[in-house]
C-alpha cells in the first residue's frame, strides 16, 4: 500500500472540502463561519512544521492519522457542527485524540531519550506512562482551552451552562479510554512480539528516524 500517495490525494481531498466549507457558509450569508474554510487549510501544515519544529520524521502512517483526526475534528465537527448535529460524535473524535495523542507519546519518549537504534522492547512500564500522561495532559489542556474560549467570545463549546462538568468528564473519559487502548495495543506488541495495526505508525516512525533500527 502506497501510504506516500493517500496521504497526498487525502491532502487533495481535505484542501476541496476547505474551498466546500467556504462556498457553503458564503452561500448561506454566514461570512464568519465561511472563514472557518481556509482555516482548516493550515491542519495540512502541521506535520511538516512539527517535523522542521522538531527535526523528525513523522513517517506517513502517523501524518495519516494526525490529517484525519484534523479532518474529523475541525472540518466536519465545528465547520459543519457534526459536534452539534451527532451526539456522540463528539465523544468519538476524544476517544480517538485518546489513541492519537498516546500514539504520538510513545514517537516522543524515543525521541526525549535520543536511544540509537530505538529497543521498545525495554522500560515497557515506562513508556506507557510518559505516554498516557502525556495524552491525558493535552486533554486537559484542551478543555483549558475550550473554557477559555467560551469565557472570551461566549460560544459555550463545552455546554457549560445547560450540562455543567457534564460534558467535560465525558470528554476526558473518552480520551481516557482510547489512551488504554493504545497503551494496551503497544504493551501487546512490543511485550509480546504480536504487533497491532495501531502500532503501526510508531514502527513507521522509528524506521523513518533510525534506518538502522527496529
Same mark, same amino acid.
Given at each position: 500500500?502506497?501510504?506516500?500517495?493517500?496521504?497526498?490525494?487525502? &491532502?487533495?481531498?481535505?484542501?476541496? @472540502?476547505?474551498?466546500?466549507?467556504?462556498?457553503?457558509?458564503?452561500?448561506?450569508?454566514?461570512? +464568519?463561519?465561511?472563514? !472557518?474554510? =481556509?482555516?482548516?487549510?493550515? +491542519?495540512?501544515?502541521? =506535520?511538516?512544521?512539527?517535523?522542521?519544529?522538531?527535526? &523528525?520524521?513523522? *513517517?506517513?502512517?502517523?501524518?495519516?492519522?494526525?490529517?484525519?483526526?484534523?479532518?474529523?475534528?475541525?472540518?466536519? *465537527?465545528?465547520?459543519?457542527?457534526?459536534?452539534?448535529?451527532?451526539? =456522540? %460524535?463528539?465523544?468519538?473524535?476524544?476517544?480517538?485524540?485518546?489513541?492519537?495523542?498516546?500514539?504520538?507519546?510513545?514517537?516522543?519518549?524515543?525521541?526525549?531519550?535520543?536511544?540509537?537504534?530505538?529497543?521498545?522492547?525495554?522500560? !515497557?512500564? !515506562?513508556?506507557?506512562? %510518559?505516554?498516557?500522561? @502525556?495524552?491525558?495532559?493535552?486533554?486537559?489542556?484542551?478543555?483549558?482551552?475550550?473554557?477559555?474560549?467560551?469565557?472570551?467570545?461566549?460560544?459555550?463549546?463545552?455546554?457549560? !451552562?445547560?450540562?455543567?462538568?457534564?460534558?467535560?468528564?465525558?470528554?476526558?473519559?473518552?480520551?481516557?479510554?482510547?489512551?488504554?487502548? &493504545?497503551?494496551?495495543? %503497544?504493551?501487546?506488541?512490543?511485550?509480546?512480539?504480536?504487533?497491532?495495526?495501531?502500532?503501526?505508525?510508531?514502527?513507521?516512525?522509528?524506521?523513518?528516524?533510525?534506518?538502522?533500527?527496529?
Amino acid at each position: 500500500m502506497d501510504l506516500k500517495r493517500i496521504y497526498r490525494w487525502e &491532502m487533495v481531498l481535505v484542501s476541496l @472540502f476547505g474551498v466546500y466549507i467556504t462556498a457553503k457558509h458564503l452561500v448561506n450569508a454566514q461570512p +464568519f463561519l465561511a472563514l !472557518l474554510g =481556509p482555516t482548516s487549510l493550515l +491542519f495540512l501544515l502541521i =506535520p511538516p512544521a512539527a517535523e522542521r519544529l522538531f527535526r &523528525m520524521r513523522l *513517517g506517513y502512517p502517523l501524518k495519516l492519522w494526525v490529517l484525519t483526526f484534523s479532518y474529523m475534528g475541525f472540518s466536519l *465537527g465545528t465547520a459543519l457542527r457534526w459536534f452539534d448535529r451527532f451526539g =456522540p %460524535y463528539d465523544n468519538i473524535n476524544h476517544f480517538l485524540s485518546g489513541i492519537l495523542f498516546t500514539m504520538i507519546g510513545f514517537c516522543l519518549f524515543a525521541r526525549v531519550r535520543e536511544e540509537k537504534p530505538v529497543d521498545r522492547s525495554r522500560e !515497557l512500564l !515506562l513508556q506507557i506512562s %510518559y505516554a498516557f500522561c @502525556f495524552s491525558m495532559f493535552v486533554a486537559v489542556i484542551w478543555e483549558i482551552f475550550e473554557y477559555t474560549g467560551f469565557q472570551l467570545t461566549g460560544h459555550d463549546s463545552q455546554h457549560t !451552562l445547560t450540562t455543567g462538568v457534564n460534558d467535560t468528564m465525558e470528554d476526558i473519559i473518552a480520551c481516557f479510554l482510547g489512551s488504554a487502548v &493504545m497503551a494496551l495495543a %503497544y504493551a501487546r506488541s512490543y511485550g509480546k512480539g504480536r504487533y497491532s495495526w495501531l502500532c503501526a505508525p510508531i514502527r513507521a516512525f522509528d524506521r523513518a528516524n533510525h534506518p538502522d533500527g527496529q
